[in-house]
């Protein structure tokens, strides 16, 4: 079941993408450029991560963004926390483009986006105890007053469910979900409106799911927040999310409401997953699993990208690519299908 606060229509969105791509160039070294001198023909490496993505949040929803391993979800995660600077395309913060901010306005944009990433271990500096991880950024930007940040430590980690007396401690003194609970309490305490939580539940085992999830749905609510949800697990963000967003080698292949998404997928690829989720049913269903392997972002197919693996692919597919265009109010697909009578 799907979360149930809906944000407003007509608002201005927290965090809007227009048209970004990424792209990551591995430069020829000096070996190559001698080899090519001679004649080697070698040619710099570009990594389509992301592929001229439009995107709109809207305050206090929850946004799943759902794809294969290697699809581009984390990299666009990346951007839009500002981690990663987008090839192309503009990313807007509260209908302010975020690179033609300065001064102020910048440092609350970035404080504003926070992240939370999949693996706690290797984002928490094991060299410093919780309480410096959590409080470190509360300090530099004088989040609250310095004779208040103690106070202010402890209550955010009993928001996050972790016990004050831990401070002291090292990250490695913790289990896999405490520390994911110090990445979600290190991320709170800037006091965001945005969390972009890449994959924050995928490290753990199913029962300490179950509780971060619902943490996140008890701290949506208390400290209206708006997130993002990167998850390959469509069971997980059937029960998270408000909308779902679909993404196939750095493209966005299908948005809508979760419900409806789950009931009616549109795209041959949103259809493929949504069949390989395990259900408990006595009658019996055929199962068959998408063919072949997610192609190499560093050649990308031409057309659809999903041409090459989608069952009912045409000439057109293979050559043109289809337009992510509104197919029913509040629902988007990017198939040439829909063009069909």
Known sequence: MSATTAPVADATPIVELRDVSKRFVKRLDLAAKIANVVGAGMREEVVHAVDTVNLAVRKGEVVGLVGESGCGKSTLGRVVAGIHQ????????????????????????????????????????????????????????????????????????????????????????????????????????????????????????????????????????????????????????????????????????????????FARPNHPYTQALLAEIPRLETTKRSFQPIKGEIPSPLAPPPGCHFHPRCPHAMERCRVERPALREIAPGRYSACHLNDQP
């Open 86 to 261: 987008q090839t192309d395309g503009s990313v807007y913060f509260h209908g302010r483009e975020v690179s033609g901010l300065t001064g102020r306005d910048a440092k609350a944009a970035k404080l504003q986006i926070q992240m939370i990433f999949q693996d706690p271990m290797s984002s928490l500096n094991p060299r410093l105890r919780v309480g410096e991880i959590i409080g470190e950024a509360v300090k530099v930007h004088s989040i609250v007053k310095r004779g208040e940040v103690a106070d202010y430590l402890d209550d955010i980690m009993l928001r996050v469910g972790l016990d004050p007396g831990y401070k002291r401690r090292y990250p490695h003194q913790f289990s896999g979900g405490q520390r994911q609970r110090i990445g979600i309490a290190r991320a709170l305490a800037v006091k965001p409106e945005f969390l972009v939580c890449d994959e924050a539940v995928a490290a753990l085992d199913v029962s300490i799911q179950a509780q971060v999830l619902n943490l996140f749905m008890r701290l949506r609510e208390e400290f209206d927040l708006t997130y993002l949800f990167i998850s390959h697990d469509l069971g997980v963000v059937e029960h998270l999310s408000d909308r779902v967003v679909i993404m196939y080698l750095g493209r966005v292949v299908e948005e809508a409401p979760t419900d409806e998404l």
